[in-house]
């Protein structure tokens, strides 16, 4: 489906190529509008009844619970001790040539190490940049209750940032004629 507005209303259309429905025999209209709101009404109410009183500590839970897990220090910590190794054996190789040795053989051990060197250093920065730090179930709790009427919010959300939070939860609309 594909999102359209029309007379400044969002819809979304399905169309379907007539020679579609005839190869695969499926009993679909041609064309379907289907206006937004009377969908995503629904959809955020029930979206914001996992914020009802009575359930609202199980959906702390489960968002503290859904979060990734914290990359492992273990993995930062290995690749800062082969970053370490590396440099002690590049240190040794210039002193190996400022001793005489033979520069073709200690450039490629150079080149080597400087590789194993350089996916080590790559492997540290994923590690830390680019996992998100965890929500603690108080910080959750915090922004849940700062947020107040979850359903309100829902309503008055600008659309960029509701279908951020639907694909997020990897929401998908299925027609059905």
């Not at 029309?6 to 190529?17: E, I, L, S, V």
């Not at 690749?79 to 240190?91: F, G, N, P, V, Y």
């Not at 179930?137 to 700062?146: C, G």
């Not at 309503?155 to 951020?164: G, N, Q, S, V």
Request: charged share 25%; hydrophobic share 40%.
């Amino acid at each position: 489906m594909q999102g359209q507005y029309n007379h400044g209303d969002a819809y979304y259309r399905c169309r379907f190529p007539q020679e579609y429905v005839l190869a695969n025999q499926v009993a679909h209209p041609r064309n379907v509008y289907l206006r937004e709101d009377p969908l995503t009404d629904p959809l955020d109410a029930w979206l914001a009844s996992a914020f009802a009183p009575h359930r609202i500590e199980q959906t702390i839970t489960a968002m503290a619970d859904a979060q990734p897990l914290d990359h492992s220090p273990a993995l930062a910590t290995a690749a800062q001790s082969i970053i370490t190794e590396r440099d002690t054996k590049l240190a040794r190789y210039r002193a190996a040539l400022d001793a005489g040795a033979d520069p073709a053989v200690v450039t490629g051990w150079i080149a080597q190490t400087q590789a194993e060197r350089a996916r080590a250093e790559a492997d540290l920065n994923a590690n830390e940049g680019d996992s998100p730090r965890r929500m603690s179930r108080a910080e959750i709790t915090t922004l849940v209750t700062a947020l107040g009427d979850i359903a309100a919010v829902l309503r008055d959300a600008d659309p960029a940032d509701k279908a951020e939070v639907y694909r997020q939860l990897e929401l998908r609309l299925a027609y059905h004629p």
